[in-house]
């Protein structure tokens, strides 16, 4: 059974740079959409954004001008960038395997807190 | 952006009731729907794929219908640990979107 574990920087300056990963044990890459989704907390799922082991991608419009999702094959893992990251990116960020279709596997969660 | 909207936004019921969370898209997106439980301090835990197939391991008291617009999530005979937020969420189209969540408290 296929298990995701993330790992990131939990707390951040204003402006600096998000940086989240995900390493897929138990199984690979291939064949599915890879996807991130953040929760603010006491709010509700935003989907960030999709990979696949190509590295195409799918990015939410409304954060597309600040996200970077890429993949490491040779690890079997994928990784999350947002740049430029303010209070409102306060959130738990949790990796997901599946895009379109369902998001059947997820990673733990990561808290990352923006704060001066 | 196709947006999810799920009645009520929260609800109160007892151990054994029957309870219907409805979730309207804003445009069709056929069958394209999923609903996940989540409780506090995890990740989603996905219940029902494609409107109203139930994904493996889940009990059988969980169901979902419907296609077009108008969805269902019905949990036959409550149990305690079925008191949480339930998203559904659609994979019709990017981006990807959910409902704003319905939770489910004990009365």
């Known amino acids: 059974q296929v298990q995701l574990q993330q790992w990131g920087a939990g707390l951040l300056k204003p402006s600096e740079t998000l940086s989240v990963n995900c390493v897929v044990n138990g199984g690979s890459l291939s064949y599915y959409y890879w996807s991130w989704v953040r929760q603010p907390p006491g709010k509700g799922l935003e989907w960030i954004g999709e990979?696949?082991?190509?590295?195409?991608?799918n990015y939410n419009p409304s954060l597309k001008s600040r996200v970077t999702i890429s993949v490491d094959t040779s690890k079997n893992q994928f990784s999350l960038k947002l740049s430029s990251v303010t209070a409102a990116d306060t959130a738990v960020y949790y990796c997901a395997r599946g895009g379109g279709y369902k998001f059947d596997s997820w990673g733990q969660g990561t808290l990352v807190t923006v704060s001066s | 952006d196709i947006q999810m909207t799920q009645s009520p936004s929260s609800l109160s019921a007892s151990v054994g009731d029957r309870v219907t969370i409805t979730c309207r898209a804003s445009?069709?997106?056929?069958?394209?729907l999923n609903w996940y439980q989540q409780k506090p301090g995890k990740a989603p835990n996905l219940l029902i794929y494609a409107a109203s197939s139930l994904q493996s391991g889940v009990p059988s008291r969980f169901s979902g219908s419907g296609s077009g617009t108008d969805f269902t999530l019905t949990i036959s005979s409550l149990q305690p640990e079925d008191f949480a937020t339930y998203y559904c969420q659609q994979s019709y189209s990017t981006p990807r979107t959910f409902g704003q969540g319905t939770k489910l408290e004990i009365k």
């Open positions: 445009q069709s997106i056929s069958r394209y």
């Open positions: 990979i696949n082991h190509s590295g195409d991608t």
